[in-house]
């Protein structure tokens, strides 16, 4: 693709997304059907989802 400093590698200053798991999924593939097991699901370098990404702040209107 012509992209290899971009991309192909984890490695800082390269774009990546990753899914960070809570076990050996070589050893065990099934925990990939279990969400409770994604500690975090990143995309272009920005934690988007799992236990570790931050939830969204909720907006709570105040009636008067």
């Known amino acids: 693709m012509g992209r290899g400093d971009e ?3 984890l490695e ?5 997304d990753v899914l960070i798991v809570h076990g050996d999924v ?3 593939i ?3 059907e279990d969400q409770k097991k994604f500690l975090a699901v ?3 370098g920005i934690i988007k989802a799992g236990q570790w ?3 969204f702040p ?3 209107k105040r009636e008067k």
Do not use: S
């Open 53 to 55: 990404a931050k939830p």
């Open 30 to 32: 099934a925990l990939l």
């Open 42 to 44: 990143m995309q272009g």
């Open 12 to 16: 800082k200053g390269k774009l990546a």
């Open 58 to 60: 909720t907006v709570v």
């Open 26 to 28: 070589a050893a065990d």
């Open 7 to 9: 991309f192909g590698t």
